[in-house]
């Protein structure tokens, strides 16, 4: 089992609509979580770093962390084409980032 | 504000050649962590250079080797390459070790 999970989609959905993306984790040592979105055959750039349970919110992002649960969220409301991109999840306790296998996101026209 | 740089972009190599990466840290970064992304997998980490010391090592074999330099910038060495060994190679500053870590636009290598 890997230490972190996230569905690799691909999710399409249309313009204007909300984007739900999630990842579950097992190492409940993990304090420090973030969310990173990856264009096609680019570096990865930081979205939201958040630490520890509850909500944080960074214009069309909100991002949400349920430590009990072991699960973590990355809403983007009002999605564009240019939102297109692979998300990926990562986590750490100290240092080292584990990441998941990302989600391919496709917001179309 | 000057982020990660990373070079070169692209490397051919054949198996069994060594290849050298570079990276220079964001303004102000001190530490340089380096992953190896395949094809639809996310990053995995290599290791982490801080004050010129590896501070942390992921499960790769000892042909992966790096250096940090006094001016922050880091090498990453592989020997002895393997077909296995092609992916996007990132590297990514912090300050301190602190958790919140940015990314260059990687290397990718190709060994053939």
């Known amino acids: 089992q890997k230490e972190v999970e996230q569905d690799p989609g691909p999710l399409s959905v249309p313009e204007g609509a909300i984007v739900s993306l999630n990842c579950t984790y097992s190492?409940?040592?993990?304090?420090?979580f973030m969310w990173y979105r990856q264009y096609s055959r680019k570096g990865p750039e930081l979205l939201m770093y958040?630490?520890?349970?509850g909500n944080k919110e960074d214009g069309r992002f909100t991002a949400q962390v349920d430590k009990s649960s072991k699960y973590i969220s990355l809403f983007i409301r009002d999605s564009q084409p240019s939102d297109s991109a692979t998300y990926l999840c990562?986590?750490?306790?100290?240092?080292?980032?584990?990441f998941g296998a990302g989600t391919q996101v496709v917001v179309t026209p | 504000d000057a982020g990660v740089t990373q070079s070169p972009t692209h490397l051919i190599k054949t198996r069994g050649q060594q290849v050298t990466l570079r990276c220079s840290p964001k303004?102000?970064?001190?530490?340089v962590s380096w992953y190896q992304q395949a094809l639809g997998q996310g990053p995995q980490f290599i290791f982490q250079?801080?004050?010129?010391?590896?501070?942390q090592r992921g499960n790769f074999p000892d042909r992966f080797s790096g250096h940090q330099f006094p001016n922050y910038s880091s090498e990453l060495n592989v020997n002895a390459l393997l077909l296995g060994d092609s992916a996007l190679y990132l590297c990514?500053?912090?300050?301190?070790?602190?958790?919140?870590?940015?990314f260059g636009p990687g290397t990718r290598l190709t060994v053939l």
């Open positions: 990514a500053s912090t300050l301190g070790g602190d958790n919140e870590q940015f």
């Open positions: 190492n409940s040592a993990f304090q420090y």
């Open positions: 958040t630490y520890s349970s």
């Open positions: 990562a986590m750490s306790n100290w240092g080292k980032l584990q």
């Open positions: 303004s102000g970064h001190d530490t």
């Open positions: 250079y801080y004050e010129e010391e590896e501070r």
